[in-house]
């Protein structure tokens, strides 16, 4: 059997529960996918300061920020011992600050735009506490193996000579 042939048989099957391979390699895409959150986070602050309120609830239905819940999961399951408790409640933390932030977003539509001074300081303070509770996330995930990029894996056939 060629290189493609042993290659295959060597990789676990993917039919039942997930493999270990996809799993290691989908919480590495998921490590990317809080770091790509981290820094969309940074650009809809803009919504913000802009009072785009609209703008605010947006962000947080699309990607990479609407896949953060599935991203930090998934790297949470992977991880075991004092890390794993560490980054869940820092998780649990950040969920609860998004939360409150489209809460405030909803209200702010709500009242037709109207918002007073004191609204929009909460709104902006619960924004930067969601921001820096991510990073915390990402901080206690860039401490264990999946820190490093996926590894992108190049299947080569065996050469024929027609």
């Not at 895409?29 to 986070?41: R, T």
């Amino acid at each position: 059997m060629g290189a493609f042939g042993s290659i295959l048989l060597s990789l676990p099957s993917v039919a039942g529960a997930a493999s270990p391979v996809i799993s290691e390699i989908k919480i590495r895409e998921s490590v990317k996918g809080v770091k790509d959150s981290v820094e969309a986070l940074k650009l809809y602050e803009d919504f913000v300061n802009t009072k785009d309120f609209y703008g605010v609830k947006k962000s947080l239905r699309v990607p990479p920020v609407s896949d953060i819940r599935r991203d930090c999961r998934r790297i949470i399951a992977g991880l075991e011992g004092s890390v794993k408790k560490d980054t869940d409640k820092a998780y649990s933390e950040f969920i609860e600050s998004l939360e409150q932030v489209d809460l405030l977003a909803t209200k702010a539509i709500q009242n037709d735009q109207k918002v007073k001074d004191e609204e929009l300081a909460q709104l902006t303070a619960r924004f930067a506490e969601a921001q820096a509770r991510l990073e915390k996330v990402l901080k206690l995930v860039l401490t264990t193996r999946y820190a490093t990029e996926p590894v992108n894996v190049r299947l080569e056939t065996e050469k024929t000579e027609l």
